[in-house]
Antibody, heavy 120, light 106 residues
Framework: EVQLQQSGPEVGRPGSSVKISCKASGYTFTDYVMNWVKQSPGQGLEWIGWIDPEYGSTDYAEKFKKKATLTADTSSSTAYIQLSSLTSEDTATYFC?????????????WGQGASVTVSS | DIVLTQSPTTMAASPGEKVTLTCRASSSVSYMNWYQQKPGASPKLWIYGTSKLASGVPNRFSGSGSGTSYSLIISSMETEDIATYYCQQCCSTPLTFGSGTKLEIK
């Protein structure tokens, strides 16, 4: 069974950083690209970017280029997103979602989401 | 960036009613994907490649469209279909989602 297990809720102070993990199981980690998606409270879905775990290559939406850093550890089949210089705008739930190569962006499995609350 | 506009924003349908959700793209796209999200849950892939149903999706759902206009259709509304549906364009980064259609039961 394919599973993407995300880390627990985070609370960060304004100006600080948080790092969320997404541990993959039930499939070969390097056979899929991992995407990250943001959902602000009561709002829709916003694509942050993706990482190819095999090569470490990344692509980001322009608005997240200075906010998010995507990494992956193939030895533990875990993808990470680090969010820096936190502001209240970063309070949201962050999802990881895998995409098969060549699938035209089809996010066929999602993590359960990790909430980030920015509060002083 | 390709902007996706979904309509309606919210709609209520009676059990058994046919439902059509629309997604319009600011530029032509080759395929459209759709996701279903229920409150407090992660989105689920629902329809991909414009018209292919994801695993486990009931066949009362269908997808169609091309170019800048796409639709998700429910042939006969059921209570379990209550959710928000998002379209997502496939092929141009940044990947973008529509703002969603919230489907309620009448």
């Amino acid at each position: 069974e394919v599973q993407l297990q995300q880390s627990g809720p985070e609370v960060g102070r304004p100006g600080s950083s948080v790092k969320i993990s997404c541990k993959a199981s039930g499939y070969t980690f390097t056979d899929y690209v991992m995407n990250w998606v943001k959902q602000s409270p009561g709002q829709g879905l916003e694509w942050i970017g993706w990482i190819d775990p095999e090569y470490g290559s990344t692509d980001y939406a322009e608005k997240f280029k200075k906010k998010a850093t995507l990494t992956a550890d193939t030895s533990s089949s875990t993808a990470y997103i680090q969010l820096s210089s936190l502001t209240s705008e970063d309070t949201a739930t962050y999802f990881c979602a895998r995409v098969p190569y060549g699938s035209h962006g089809v996010m066929d499995a999602w993590g359960q989401g990790a909430s980030v609350t920015v509060s002083s | 960036d390709i902007v996706l506009t979904q309509s309606p924003t919210t709609m209520a349908a009676s059990p058994g009613e046919k439902v059509t959700l629309t997604c319009r793209a600011s530029s032509s796209v080759s395929y459209m994907n759709w996701y279903q999200q229920k409150p407090g849950a992660s989105p689920k892939l629902w329809i991909y490649g414009t018209s292919k149903l994801a695993s486990g999706v009931p066949n009362r759902f269908s997808g169609s469209g091309s170019g800048t206009s796409y639709s998700l259709i429910i042939s006969s509304m059921e209570t379990e279909d209550i959710a928000t549906y998002y379209c997502q364009q496939c092929c141009s980064t940044p990947l973008t989602f529509g703002s969603g259609t919230k489907l309620e039961i009448k």
